[in-house]
């Protein structure tokens, strides 16, 4: 590693200098504390008396190779301040620790697992094209084990369990709370001191490593949340860690994070090489498909809060730090969790973005949430919440997420927030993911919303599985596997998502009705279609493609009938999906029929008529028809042959 880089903010690959590393010598210990007084190291190798390390003249960087020190053994580290005092310490940049309330660091040695997921890796993409479906997952509360005190299964254990789940439910992705060893489980362990370490709860590095290596074996890819924000307070972390605010800001004012946590100071070069080596580690080292950077928002505004200002350093973090790992890892996927409405979140750096590849589309969750809590009686008003959605649709790469966050500290489950009774949510929650899966945007979707859970999300108890024993509940299971499947092999549903060519409202003022409808696939030959008739955007859309689907809503309380539907173009609907079959708890026991499509010669137009049950979402494959060519007449001038 070259020093000066590490001093001002271009490292990606600390890791692999600082923290502890076996070689025949032993174990060598590299720590930063450039304003102690001294630094010691301990451990199970030494009957834990200290030692003192050698610093490296004037670099701040303190070592010590140690003989006996072997993986697996405990450490940490004594900084002795120039104040006269000294605490405990776990290493910054150890690759392990021990199980909370514990804190020492764990010498390990992460060459020991091998990898055999090169055809993924060769294969992976950002997956703009491709479909992507994430299921958010918190370990430890997914499903928990009956024969550990704490009630976790390992990283090994879990794989056998989560890979047949997320295949047999059509998923494409996992997304892992954060993994990084954090003190409190109460913080879902988004406040660390680990950031390098994988926590102890679930096992070893070795077993993630194997948890992730069988995902990408299933042909599953693996994400994780990724906390460049903030730290932990605790004394034997970050906080103060040489004597000095090396990793925090100096004032109190912006200092502490909105959780109480201490806020990272981005403008210090050491501090960008450590954030950004942690970024790049686990896609590194650990073969992660990418990363979902929390609380962006407090990096691009002072604290989150748009009236404080841009946090210029912070930005410029984000763009170096972005910018470098999709140069090392362009496979990869960067996340934005990001609340705010700050411009080019998703474009390059060089384009004048923040490089990151997508984002959440948290104003998207918000609207829709709040239309399906509102009665069918106030939707009328409120139709346009749904529709504002494609006003701004492709000024990002979205994602569309129902996250942890919308499931917890009394906001209900996603079933829950559904109006009226017991009965009458589950036709909503039907319409809303038939409504979301078919939406431009990626999906994201947490643990529980699949099976229609009732109860919010506690870290400390594993889902409601039972409740699969309720007709409504297994009906709705059913319902969501069947979404996921349809979504994943319907080509016109994932490609084009960041293309408005690809899009077409077919009923965009029902309010009267609450009916909604929209026309999603792939052009051919676009151009010069355009080009013959620019001014006639509807000629894009006649014209055969591999896959096009129409989808159709009544978010009313009372049923449309005989509802006219225009087509820009002769396609007959053929039924894929209702929400309302009896076989996922409707009323509907017919199967749909297939829409043939009339000309209005009056209006010009093609058109479809259906019926559409209350609370509904249609989903229909748009088969293009050639029209039938006028006959023409025998000429009467024609002369007879002689």
Same mark, same amino acid.
């Given at each position: 590693?070259?020093?000066?880089?590490?001093?001002?903010?271009?490292?990606?690959?600390?890791?692999?200098?600082?923290?502890?590393?076996?070689?025949?010598?032993?174990?060598?210990?590299?720590?930063?504390?450039?304003?102690?007084?001294?630094?010691?190291?301990?451990?199970? =190798?030494?009957?834990?008396?200290?030692?003192?390390?050698?610093?490296?003249?004037?670099?701040?960087?303190?070592?010590?190779?140690?003989?006996?020190?072997?993986?697996?053994?405990?450490?940490?580290?004594?900084?002795?301040?120039?104040?006269?005092?000294?605490?405990?310490?776990? !290493?910054?940049?150890?690759?392990?620790?021990?199980?909370?309330?514990?804190?020492?660091?764990?010498?390990?040695?992460?060459?020991?697992?091998?990898?055999?997921?090169?055809?993924?890796?060769?294969?992976?993409?950002?997956? =703009?094209?491709?479909?992507?479906?994430?299921?958010?997952?918190?370990?430890?509360?997914?499903?928990?084990?009956?024969?550990?005190?704490?009630?976790?299964?390992?990283?090994?254990?879990?794989?056998?369990?989560?890979?047949?789940? $997320?295949?047999?439910?059509?998923?494409?992705? +996992?997304?892992?709370?954060?993994?990084?060893?954090?003190?409190?489980?109460?913080?879902?362990?988004?406040?660390?001191?680990?950031?390098?370490?994988? *926590?102890?709860?679930?096992?070893?590095?070795?077993?993630?490593?194997? @948890? +992730?290596?069988?995902?990408?074996?299933?042909?599953?890819?693996?994400?994780?949340?990724? #906390?460049?924000?903030?730290?932990?307070?605790?004394? %034997?972390?970050?906080?103060?860690?040489?004597?000095?605010?090396?990793?925090?800001?100096?004032? !109190?004012?912006?200092?502490?994070?909105?959780?109480?946590?201490?806020? =990272?100071?981005?403008?210090?070069?050491?501090?960008?090489?450590?954030?950004?080596?942690?970024?790049?580690? &686990?896609?590194?080292?650990?073969?992660?498909?990418?990363?979902?950077?929390?609380?962006?928002?407090?990096? +691009?505004?002072?604290?989150?809060?748009?009236?404080?200002?841009?946090?210029?350093?912070?930005?410029?973090? @984000?763009?170096?730090?972005?910018?470098?790992?999709?140069?090392?890892?362009?496979?990869?996927?960067?996340?934005?969790?990001?609340?705010?409405?700050?411009?080019? #979140?998703?474009?390059? #750096?060089?384009?004048?973005?923040?490089?990151?590849?997508?984002?959440?589309?948290?104003? &998207?969750?918000?609207? *829709?949430?709040?239309?399906?809590?509102?009665?069918?009686?106030?939707?009328?008003?409120?139709?346009?919440?749904?529709?504002?959605?494609?006003?701004?649709?492709?000024?990002?790469? %979205?994602?569309?997420? =129902?996250?942890?966050?919308?499931?917890?500290?009394?906001?209900?489950?996603?079933?829950?927030?559904?109006?009226?009774?017991?009965?009458?949510?589950?036709?909503?929650?039907?319409?809303?993911?038939?409504?979301?899966?078919?939406?431009?945007?990626k999906k994201l979707n947490f643990m529980g919303n699949e099976i229609g859970q009732?109860?919010?999300?506690?870290?400390?108890?594993?889902?409601d599985w039972f409740i699969l024993r309720y007709p409504n509940h297994d009906a709705?299971?059913?319902?969501?596997?069947? @979404?996921?499947?349809?979504?994943?092999?319907?080509?016109?549903?994932?490609?084009?998502?960041?293309?408005?060519?690809?899009?077409?409202?077919?009923?965009?003022?029902?309010?009267?009705?609450?009916?909604?409808?929209?026309?999603?696939?792939?052009?051919?030959?676009?151009?010069?279609? #355009?080009?013959?008739?620019?001014?006639?955007?509807?000629?894009?859309?006649?014209?055969?493609?591999?896959?096009?689907? $129409?989808?159709?809503?009544?978010?009313? !309380? $009372?049923?449309?009938?005989?509802?006219?539907?225009?087509?820009?173009?002769?396609?007959?609907?053929?039924? @894929?999906?209702?929400?309302?079959?009896?076989?996922?708890?409707g009323s509907t026991t017919d199967a749909l029929p297939v829409l043939e499509p009339?000309?209005?010669?009056?209006?010009?137009?093609?058109?479809?008529?259906?019926?559409?049950?209350?609370?509904?979402?249609?989903?229909?494959?748009?088969? &293009?028809?050639?029209?039938?060519?006028?006959?023409?007449?025998?000429?009467?001038?024609?002369?007879?042959?002689?």
């Amino acid at each position: 590693m070259n020093l000066h880089d590490f001093y001002i903010g271009r490292t990606f690959d600390a890791y692999n200098y600082f923290g502890a590393h076996a070689s025949p010598d032993g174990v060598t210990f590299r720590v930063y504390a450039p304003n102690a007084e001294k630094v010691t190291v301990y451990g199970d =190798f030494n009957d834990w008396q200290e030692e003192e390390m050698g610093l490296q003249e004037t670099s701040g960087v303190w070592e010590k190779t140690i003989s006996s020190a072997r993986p697996g053994q405990l450490y940490k580290y004594v900084i002795h301040s120039k104040e006269g005092w000294k605490c405990e310490h776990c !290493d910054p940049y150890g690759f392990s620790m021990e199980l909370r309330p514990g804190f020492a660091s764990r010498i390990a040695d992460l060459d020991r697992y091998r990898f055999s997921d090169e055809g993924w890796i060769k294969n992976r993409s950002v997956s =703009f094209d491709r479909p992507v479906n994430i299921y958010e997952v918190h370990l430890g509360s997914w499903k928990t084990n009956p024969d550990d005190e704490n009630g976790w299964y390992n990283y090994e254990e879990i794989a056998e369990k989560l890979i047949p789940y $997320v295949k047999e439910c059509g998923y494409t992705h +996992i997304e892992l709370m954060p993994l990084s060893e954090h003190p409190s489980d109460e913080s879902w362990g988004y406040q660390n001191t680990g950031f390098f370490s994988p *926590t102890s709860r679930y096992g070893t590095p070795e077993q993630l490593m194997r @948890l +992730i290596d069988l995902c990408h074996q299933a042909g599953i890819g693996v994400l994780m949340d990724f #906390v460049p924000v903030h730290f932990a307070l605790d004394y %034997y972390g970050l906080a103060k860690f040489d004597g000095s605010f090396l990793y925090e800001f100096p004032h !109190d004012d912006v200092g502490y994070s909105e959780w109480g946590s201490k806020n =990272f100071i981005h403008s210090r070069g050491e501090v960008a090489s450590f954030l950004q080596s942690a970024a790049a580690y &686990w896609l590194d080292r650990y073969h992660f498909d990418g990363l979902r950077m929390d609380a962006v928002s407090r990096l +691009i505004y002072w604290q989150g809060d748009e009236n404080r200002g841009e946090n210029e350093r912070a930005i410029d973090f @984000l763009k170096g730090m972005n910018s470098g790992l999709k140069k090392r890892f362009p496979s990869c996927m960067l996340i934005a969790e990001d609340s705010t409405a700050y411009p080019k #979140v998703t474009a390059p #750096v060089e384009n004048g973005g923040l490089g990151f590849d997508y984002k959440w589309d948290l104003g &998207w969750m918000n609207d *829709t949430l709040d239309y399906f809590k509102s009665a069918p009686w106030e939707r009328h008003d409120r139709y346009h919440k749904l529709t504002f959605s494609m006003m701004y649709c492709y000024q990002e790469h %979205y994602i569309l997420s =129902f996250s942890h966050d919308e499931v917890v500290h009394g906001k209900a489950t996603i079933l829950q927030k559904m109006w009226g009774d017991y009965e009458g949510k589950f036709p909503q929650a039907r319409a809303l993911y038939l409504y979301m899966m078919t939406h431009p945007g990626k999906k994201l979707n947490f643990m529980g919303n699949e099976i229609g859970q009732l109860r919010e999300w506690d870290e400390k108890r594993e889902q409601d599985w039972f409740i699969l024993r309720y007709p409504n509940h297994d009906a709705f299971f059913h319902y969501m596997k069947n @979404l996921d499947e349809v979504y994943d092999t319907h080509r016109s549903l994932w490609d084009g998502d960041y293309d408005p060519r690809k899009f077409l409202w077919l009923e965009v003022h029902g309010e009267e009705k609450c009916v909604y409808a929209y026309l999603r696939g792939g052009l051919v030959n676009r151009d010069a279609v #355009v080009a013959a008739n620019p001014e006639d955007e509807k000629l894009m859309w006649r014209s055969p493609v591999a896959d096009r689907t $129409v989808s159709v809503f009544n978010f009313s !309380d $009372v049923p449309v009938k005989d509802y006219t539907l225009r087509l820009p173009a002769p396609m007959r609907l053929v039924p @894929l999906l209702s929400s309302d079959s009896d076989i996922y708890g409707g009323s509907t026991t017919d199967a749909l029929p297939v829409l043939e499509p009339q000309y209005d010669s009056k209006e010009k137009t093609w058109k479809v008529t259906l019926d559409i049950p209350p609370f509904t979402g249609l989903l229909y494959s748009a088969e &293009w028809i050639a029209p039938e060519k006028p006959k023409k007449s025998p000429s009467k001038n024609k002369k007879k042959k002689r």
